[in-house]
């Protein structure tokens, strides 16, 4: 690999550089890379990412010393002869980012080939926060390279002492280039350049966390104050009549301030970002540094949008006279904002986006922030988002309870063969699990029959989900009494009532705390999944999104995601180990998504023809018809549609190896961030046609078009 390295503190010097020789030598010590280093002549920190406009560039050279400490040799015009080209070091008399640009472009020995990564730092203290990070030399030389096409790492020492010890800053350049590779090896595609921060502190080591953390959004009253030896010097009404003159000398300050000139000082206020940090909620870059650990943040090379769209009317006449507006109220950054607003756009230019119209306003945002009034009074000038009344589907018990009723009085529907044999516990603490059932007596008998197999993975298996929980929280696998026994005890171990704080702990290992959640159901396990060679032999389910409108339309979204088990699926002698399991996004964090490919379109699965895909959309867009029809009909005080409102939902199927599909659960307001960036068409596309078949007709009237990807099943 070739690296090519700058930073924004210059050559080694003890009061400005002390770190940079540091990197150099870990990085000889402890990889293989080739190295060109392109530096800044003198201190050029505080200058973002800067170019001086006009400015001929001079390039010098210097020889490193082998020892870190001893002098550097030069500079010279040329690079010099009889110098071990390694320790050759060019200077420009530019900024950071000029360093890179023309090191990237000019600087570069073919021999190593083209440069993969550019390296820019150790910087002479931390860049954390907003306040350091976007004046930031160190970040700018990075951000330049990521915007000349190469990828690029900001790297900086957040020092507590300017006393060096050297074994802390080694170690620390250590761990950066182990960091480094890392990063590099497993490069995020959204990100194009990371900012690193590690803390100059006792007791680095290979322990020490590393830990991918946001930017604090801090701010300040500002970086200069009036200089009080300007301000002093007495100014008569003559001085202000006095003009410069164009050929004069240039004044020193001391002149300029005995002669009346106003004049301000580099004074940045450095205790308020300490204590911004204090401040703040943990988690954030400021925060990580201060826990005594490494703090990462991906990065793009670009000021970053507020996702807000659409045309700012200039007539304040006729922005108050619109009759029609798109009131979009989730935050400006959330995934659905930026692609609201231009499918708005562009199949309904007149309606501004952002504000409520005179006549009619449709409102995206979140189910705590409608106007349920309207809501509820079924008010023809406000059409919402979601439902009021929904629990027959989104709550498990719920909808296992429309489900029996409604498969009870129509034997012939599909839910008779999709959803699993379940039964609702209801209990407050683990003691009452015998008297729960008591209650559920059937399930009783089939895990009593268990209890006279022998052989575990001769049993049947049942799974165990609370009812009102996400994120696979306290979801597991079991096939007795005891062992169900032995579940509610573990989620109540170390639990003490009277702690208000445990009360709101979750354990680590996806658990809760039983009296918060009370109802549970449990359901057959499908042990035989469908599971595709081509995908790591991991088992998976289906995220199929669905479209509600009014009282009531029901569309299914035919691009289906697919989403995958962290592990290869293994016999259920491996009850115990979730991640053969279970398929939640939740169980692994973004990168392992991306880099591993866990979600993929459903359409583009390897190893099924696509004859056997069309059944498996077939059969799941028959059970959301008798699904949707279940709430309507069954259960009418819990799930209550409104001819002014519309709703997503992502319904999740598993596969068997049949080919048979069983519905798992029904959620609202579905995650649509686990598409990532290769799969964005896949949101871009239902918010499209939502736009067309919902929003755009409720504004114009008229019939609803045909949709290709919109299946109306209801």
């Known amino acids: ?78 690079i010099p002869k009889d110098v071990d080209p390694k320790n050759v070091w060019t200077l420009l008399n530019g900024t950071p980012a000029t360093c890179t640009n023309i090191g990237l472009n000019y600087m570069i020995d073919e021999t190593k080939g083209p440069v993969d990564l550019v390296i820019s730092g150790p910087n002479f203290g931390r860049n954390t926060t907003a306040l350091y990070s ?35 800053v080694a170690e620390a350049s250590r761990l950066a280039v182990k960091l480094i590779s890392k990063l590099y ?16 502190i006792e007791g680095l080591s290979d322990n020490t966390k590393a830990v991918h953390a946001p930017i604090l959004q801090n701010r300040w009253k500002g970086t200069f104050e009036p200089w009080e030896k300007a301000i002093d010097h007495d100014q008569s009404e003559a001085d202000g009549n006095i003009p410069i003159e164009p050929d004069s000398e240039p004044l020193s300050d001391a002149q300029k301030a005995k ?22 909620s943990p988690g954030n870059d400021g925060w990580v540094v201060d826990q005594g650990h490494i703090s990462v943040t991906g990065l793009k090379a670009s000021f970053s949008e507020t996702g807000i769209t659409g045309e700012i009317t200039l007539n304040d006449n006729a922005a108050a006279e619109s009759a029609h507006g798109f009131l979009l109220t989730i935050p400006s950054t959330a995934y659905l904002h930026p692609l609201f607003s231009q499918s708005v756009n562009k199949h309904l230019p007149n309606v501004p986006v952002g504000t409520k119209g005179s006549e009619k306003t449709f409102h995206y945002g979140e189910y705590e922030d409608l106007d349920f009034d309207k809501l ?29 009723m409604f498969r009870a009085k129509n034997p012939e529907s599909i839910l008779n063969e999709s959803f699993p044999d379940t039964f609702n516990l209801e209990l407050d603490y683990a003691e009452f699990l015998d008297e729960s059932l008591d209650e559920a007596y059937e399930l009783r008998q089939e895990l009593e029959k268990n209890d006279e197999i022998e052989k575990a993975s001769n049993r049947k298996l049942w799974i165990l989900k609370p009812s009102m929980s996400d994120k696979a929280q306290g979801i597991r696998l079991f096939s007795t009494i005891d062992e169900l026994q032995a579940i509610f005890d573990s989620f109540e171990e170390g639990y003490d009532s009277d702690d208000e704080d445990a009360e709101q702990e979750e354990d680590d290992n996806n658990g809760v ?13 499908v042990d ?17 999104y669905v479209l509600a409108v009014g009282d009531i339309n029901v569309y299914v979204y035919k691009h289906m995601l697919a989403l995958f088990a962290p592990r290869e699926y293994a016999t259920t002698d491996e009850v115990h180990d979730l991640s053969r399991h279970l398929t939640n996004t939740c169980l692994r964090d973004d990168d392992t998504i991306l880099k591993e490919s866990l979600v993929e379109e459903f359409w583009n699965l390897k190893g099924l023809e696509q004859s056997q895909k069309e059944t498996v959309f077939s059969k799941i867009c028959e059970n959301v018809k008798d699904i949707f029809l279940a709430a309507t009909t069954v259960d009418k005080i819990n799930f209550q549609p409104l001819a002014n409102s519309m709703e997503f939902f992502g319904l999740d199927f598993l596969v068997d190896e049949n080919l048979n599909v069983h519905i798992l659960e029904v959620n609202s307001y579905p995650d649509f961030k686990q598409t990532g960036d290769d799969l964005k068409y896949v ?32």
């Open 1 to 78: 690999m070739h690296v090519l390295l700058t930073n924004d503190d210059g050559p080694p010097s003890d009061t400005y550089s002390p770190y940079f020789h540091y990197l150099v030598k870990a990085i000889e010590k402890y990889t293989d890379w080739h190295v060109t280093v392109v530096l800044p002549d003198t201190q050029r920190s505080w200058i973002g990412k800067a170019h001086m406009i006009g400015q001929t560039i001079t390039a010098t050279y210097i020889e490193a010393p082998e020892t870190i400490g001893d002098k550097v040799k030069g500079p010279y015009k040329r």
């Open 134 to 168: 976007t004046t930031s030399g160190t970040i700018g030389a990075a951000m330049e390279g990521a915007l000349c096409g190469s990828k690029g790492i900001a790297l900086s020492y957040a020092y507590y002492s300017r006393d060096l010890v050297p074994e802390v």
């Open 185 to 200: 090896e497993n490069w995020d595609k959204g990100v194009d350049l990371y900012s690193i921060n590690v803390p100059l």
């Open 259 to 280: 002669e009346g000139y106003t004049m301000f000082r580099w004074a940045p206020d450095f205790e308020a970002v300490g204590k911004s940090v204090k401040a703040s």
């Open 376 to 404: 509820g009074s079924r008010d023809k000038s406000y059409f919402g988002c979601s439902y009021i009344y929904r629990k027959a589907l989104i709550r498990k018990h719920y909808l296992a309870n429309t489900i029996a």
């Open 513 to 525: 705390i039983t009296s918060q959640l009370r109802h549970f159901i449990v359901q057959e396990y």
């Open 528 to 544: 035989k999944p469908l599971i595709l060679s081509g995908h790591g032999n991991k088992k998976f389910h289906i995220r199929t």
């Open 683 to 714: 949101v871009e596309g239902l918010v499209d046609e939502t736009v067309q078949v919902a929003v755009k007709p409720w504004f114009e009237g008229g019939e609803v078009p045909e949709s290709d990807l919109l299946k109306r099943v209801l």
